[in-house]
């Protein structure tokens, strides 16, 4: 059963055109898994300004500390040359693994997000279809409709097409699900259609 949810479905899959080109409707099914709500999530808080502050702050100020007490004890009279060592080490490899550790970190996170939510029921046959006015979602849980304002970027990856709304939600559509020719034309008309960032008063002259 499984492994029928992972098969291409290309015969389901539609790109359809008016032939009067005054509107334009592109139309996407395919079936999303967990790996595939996974890779929305990490690509959000890896690329998150929030999280990612958080991640530097931890990333150098714990190495830094580490070292810092390692040195200090080496340096006094006499010297400590049973946990400086130790420490230097400790702050050293922080400051190399932790991204790795971070990773893994935020996938585990996003896994327990998933199970306390139980977003496994979003899982399953999904249809999107695209146009003038915005983006028709159906999926196993319901349908829904978002005006192009509520779209705020598309990114493509070697194996995801993303299209993310406000914070961490958005569709990701399997490339290995979908044509890549039906891919290029989402992510161009979604780039098209996607509103240009307005300044706030506070930052206009």
């Known amino acids: 059963m499984g492994d029928r949810r992972r ?7 539609l790109l359809t055109q008016n032939p009067n ?30 999280v990612k502050q958080s991640r530097r702050l931890v990333h150098f100020c714990v190495p830094i ?11 006094v009279k ?13 702050g050293v490899g922080y400051l190399f693994f932790y991204p790795r550790f971070h990773k893994t970190f935020l996938q585990k996170s996003a896994e327990n997000m998933f199970a306390e939510s139980a977003y496994e029921k979003a899982f399953g046959p999904c249809s999107l ?8 979602s159906t999926s196993p849980i319901g349908e829904a409709k978002y ?6 970027r598309v990114h493509l990856t070697s194996t995801h097409l993303l299209i993310l709304l406000a914070g961490p939600q958005g569709f990701a559509i399997p490339r290995k699900q979908v044509p890549e020719a039906t891919i ?20 206009q002259n």
Do not use: C
């Not at 006499?78 to 400790?90: M, R």
């Not at 005006?147 to 705020?152: D, F, P, Q």
């Not at 290029?184 to 930052?203: D, L």
């Open 7 to 13: 098969k291409p479905i290309a015969r389901q899959q």
């Open 21 to 50: 080109h005054t509107h334009q409707m592109i139309t996407v099914n395919f079936t999303l898994t967990k790996e595939d709500a996974l890779e929305l999530a990490l690509y959000y808080y890896s690329t998150s300004p929030t």
């Open 65 to 75: 500390i580490m070292l810092s007490i390692g040195l200090t004890r080496l340096l």
């Open 78 to 90: 006499p010297p400590d040359l049973t946990t400086s060592p130790i420490l230097l080490v400790i």
């Open 129 to 136: 279809s695209l146009t003038d006015e915005g983006i028709n």
């Open 147 to 152: 005006a192009w304002s509520a779209i705020n």
């Open 184 to 203: 290029q034309e989402i992510k161009a008309f979604t780039e098209k259609m996607i509103p240009a960032p307005t300044s706030s008063p506070s930052t």
